[in-house]
Antibody
């Protein structure tokens, strides 16, 4: 079955960097647009970035544009999110999801990123 | 950007009764590619990721019980749980995917009365 598993979250100081990874299995990853979505503790859901199946197009929410970079390696069935210049307001659970600017059928369990001094 | 507004913020419904959640978009989400509304509904239980229930406003995802139904068009949409079960206690979100950026409503918490 479709499975996506996030990793790489943790505690980081404001201004720091973190790289999230997502390992995909159970589907043809190279055919699928992918996204990162986050949810701050006790808050709603926020789309932050997506990438098409061939890495031709990427898109970012204004809140992370210029600081976050989405990428993928189809040979490794993996999706990544490089997060730089992290702020307290970036504290959230980050989900890897199947689908680009579309509806999101499969979600991972998420990885928690905490930005605090 | 399209803003999604859900109402109510929370509701308490007796077991077996109907629950209705509303979602309004700040502009039409009718997708020209197929003349369908680009609107999805998700269910999120505590400690879990959101789960897709409905897409294209009224198409039920595989495996979703038929007590869940989506309706509406243009800018006004509704998720209905026809007969609330204990396992339906959750937060429900609507989401448009008309174009980038996609966005979610603020969520509606459903509880048992």
């Amino acid at each position: 079955q479709v499975q996506v598993v996030e990793s790489g979250g943790g505690l980081v100081k404001p201004g720091g960097s973190l790289r999230l990874s997502c390992a995909a299995s159970g589907f043809t990853f190279s055919d699928c647009d992918m996204s990162w979505i986050r949810q701050a503790p006790g808050k709603g859901v926020e789309w932050i970035s997506d990438i098409d199946s061939r890495s031709t197009f990427t898109c970012y929410a204004d809140s992370v544009k210029g600081r976050f970079t989405i990428s993928r390696d189809n040979a490794k069935n993996s999706l990544y999110l490089q997060m730089d210049s992290l702020r307290a307001e970036d504290t959230a659970v980050y989900y890897c999801v199947t689908g680009g600017t579309w509806y999101y059928a499969s979600w991972g369990q998420g990885t928690l990123v905490t930005v605090s001094s | 950007d399209i803003v999604m507004t859900q109402s109510p913020d929370s509701l308490a419904v007796s077991l077996g009764e109907r629950a209705t959640i509303n979602c309004k978009s700040s502009q039409s989400v009718l997708h020209s590619s197929n003349n369908k509304d680009a609107l999805a509904w998700y269910q999120q239980k505590p400690g879990q990721p959101p789960k897709l229930l409905i897409y294209w406003a009224s198409t039920r995802e595989s495996g979703v019980p038929d007590r869940f139904s989506g309706s509406g068009s243009g800018t006004d949409f509704t998720l209905t749980i026809s007969s609330l079960q204990a396992e339906d206690v959750a937060v429900y979100y609507c989401q448009h995917y008309y174009g980038p950026p996609p966005s979610f409503g603020g969520g509606t918490k459903v509880e048992i009365k």
